[in-house]
């Protein structure tokens, strides 16, 4: 079997037992109960801890060397303009050339140009990524702050000015969200990309996979409930608001197909600390980054900065003393012993 | 007639590149280094070895050592760490790298680069690695994968040009350089970077040219320059009391054309008066420690700020060189510093402090000529590079690591009448690597830098076409070295010079007599129509 | 675009087809995105040459324009890997081969000269490669004998 189909299938079969156990398990007395009111902490419990221990980890390394990557003019002379962004020589720059990748990826925008020929507008497949990457973390963003309203009584009035907008289009009845739309249209381009191009085949790991058939089981389940299964929102809340109290209640109205999608959820927040997904943590420290590229302006310093052992002046005037002094080169020491008694 | 030639494709893994097979060609792969070189330096494990041998005579504990390399390097340089945990595979860089594009070879896309790595930090130091490691990535440390490592490690001129095209920054230059220390921790470097890095050490240079040979070279430079202007110009040499010393790359009182670069900055430095001295023994501005290992680095480049110091100057000026500057701009005062008996620069012509320098108190020989020019206070007549058509290299150091693009272009501008860019994405931060950069430029892996160089060549290639450009112009002494050949095979008609060997030409010194040629001695543009002219009307 | 440039272009498109399909699989997917000369260098020139080419092969066989799109293709590929190198223009053999006329029914030799150009042009740039290693172990020699 070729190695993508092997790493696919594995991939889409573990996701498929976490929903499954959720789905079957949610049957069974025993299990409704360890899957509503002992996973979902564990695994709150396991993405905190393990979050913090993962950037923790990370911070606890120094960083010996200055070496920001720099785009763009430097701040060097006053009459040259500096890319006080791209090529920060300011913690403001840096906040700013941080807020850019972190809200816009600016980086990923770098890549080839978009062109226009005629009237059509070529975008090349990098952009395609970037704005599928955009459209991706903006969707999920908006979708875990109506979540908000699960779990907060009286929902927030940002939560329902967030609804209104996203429901602004009233397709349908549950109005459809466009962010279940960015989000489940985003997903199935990333899945698609990495399947398709021969380039991503060759460098994904089964993981790569993994992440993605995770997180669109997350979202094809939780678009189920809303949009077909109809699930009580309700019941759900009551659920929400009471693990937030530590006294789980679960109704029982709620569907396997509730505890399907609360068994991915927990798994992606155990998953997430071990995985790459701690990109999102991790774009914060790093070095070629966050600095801001003013390595001549300011002493960086290393704290283990170890001695090394270097060919001093004197060393080398001790062995080319006579090649020197043929050459009319000033001297330190005329002789030798000069050398050695200074 | 035979149709078809026999089909050797050089072998690629099965669809997977954990298998860690690679072969040795000629033309893609560099010598080995010198038991001498290795043992000069004091590196473990000097011996007589060649990367096409199957033995390469690695210590019997070498797995332990490269693990334990792995674990100080981890718990040491949070880039490494960071940029093993991070990477999502999402392929924006993969097309990015130069070697790449000239190679199709799939361990060259930065991804996959890093990857060689990864998967055996993952394997040795990550949970998931350590309990799944064919799920997540994880492989085997076996000696196939150091071979693999040096031949991949060895691929990569550490340029930074993917790093600027991944969201998280991940620096495949950082991951080569932890490889390439790795290496040596059992012995595997190559003799292109431990050779003039054992020359650098012992005579300051990487040459290897001794103080009376220093000394020829420059007065040989000064006389010349004397003879093309009439004056009389001298160079101090370690003079003490200057008020700055100047470092250079060794290749520009050398090599070819560094050497007109040479006579571009004695000629500038002579009409603007500067108290300047050089170094018989900080003779280096380069530093192909860097190229090794930080360590290396580090012990290469003491010789600056201990030279400043002994010659009691006040700061340093530095030429154009591109890793000397990757250097000196980022590491220099971590390493060697704090360099508290100097002064915040200050231009003794006007009066501007580079403030972006004052902790470090080196100015880059660019920022130093572009503030002269602004403030005009040297003349000029760009005329006399008319017969230059020319476009402007970034070199990636200063492009990368500093951010230099606009200085050399000012200066370019004021010097030269034509003058043009080449094709935006080729340029500035996500500027073409020569192919030969990080001691991979040797002829014995040739091939594989005409291919590494491809892209940037392709670049030149489109405004010869366009603009009958006929000199590459660069700030780097590797540039200098390793373009000709590059322009020779793909673009031939294009020369390539120094920013200062323009500078050169067009300065008009005070006193100095009719010039007739440029620095190479060519004739000048406005000379040979003025000879065309005149010997027209003597046959009219 | 008369009748003969677009089967030429026909031609070529199918030839680039092939010559990409001798690429390793992961690389394939870089060469074939040809709409950035400079992003993809290796894969446009191989179009852009294959497709000149194809229109000289049905064409006038313009001696100067084969040169020329002999060299930018040949340059690159024997540095691909140095030995044994396939030859693209066995490629066009199949390709020819493949199609129905007016392709099928081009003369034979002329793709024989193709062949001769091709093996020539190898030599060429090799001979070059060569010359341009022995200058540069001149000049070193010349710097370590300081």
Redesign the interface.
Known sequence: MKRTTRDVLLSLGAVAALALLGFEGSRLEAGRAALAAFVPYVAFAALLAGFCWRVLAWARVPVPFHIPVSCGQQCSLRWIRAAKIDNPSTRWGVAARMAGEVFLFRSLFRNQRARMTGSRLILGDCRLLWLGALAFHWALLVILLRHLRLFIEPVPAFVNSLERIDGVFQLGAPPLYLSDLILLGALVYWAVRRFRDPVLRYISLSTDYFALFLLLGIAISGMWMRYFARVDILSVKEYALSITALHPAIPQSLGPLFFAHLALVSALAVYLPFSKLMHMGGIFLSPTRNLANDSRARRHVNPWNIPVNTHTYAEWEDEFRDKLQGAGIPLEAEDAEHAHSN | MPNTLIQIEPKQPAGDWRDPHVEFRKGAMCYSAAAKNVAYLGLPNPRAWQPRESDWKLPPDWKRIILDGMKERLRKYRSFRLFMDICVRCGACADKCHFYLGSADTKNMPVMRAELMRSIYRRYFTWTGRLFPGMAGGRELTEDVIKEWFYYFYQCTECRRCSVFCPYGIDTAEITMMGRELLNLIGCNINWVLEPAANSFRTGNHLGIQPHGFKDSIDFAAEEASEITGLNIEVPINRKGAEVLFVMPSADYFGTPHYFTLLGYLLLFHEIGLDYTVSAYASEGGNFGLFSSHEMMKRLNAKIYDEARRLGVKWILGGECGHMWRVIHQFMDTMNGPAEFLEAPVSPVTGTVFENARSTKMVHICEFTADLIHHGKIKLDPRRNDHWIATYHDSCNPARAMGLLEEPRYILKSVCNHFYEMPENTIREQTFCCGSGAGLGTDENLEMRLRGGYPRANAVKHVREKHGVNLLACICAIDKATLPTLMEYWVPGVEVAGVHELVGNALVLTGEKQRTNDLRGEPLAAVASAATAASEASHA | MNEREAIADAVAERWLARTID??????????R?V????????GF?LKENLKALSRELLGAMDKHAIERAMDEIV??RV?????????F??DL?VVVAEMAAPVAALPADR??VL??MEAEKFASCRA??EM??Q???R??AQ??A?
């Open positions: 001798s690429y390793p699989e992961a690389a394939r997917a870089s060469l995105n709409s950035d000369p400079f992003r993809n260098p290796a020139a340059r690159l540095l691909q890997s140095p030995g044994e190198v396939p030859s223009i066995g053999r793709i024989d062949l001769r070059q490669i341009l290693r200058k540069e172990q000049l070193r710097w370590e300081q």
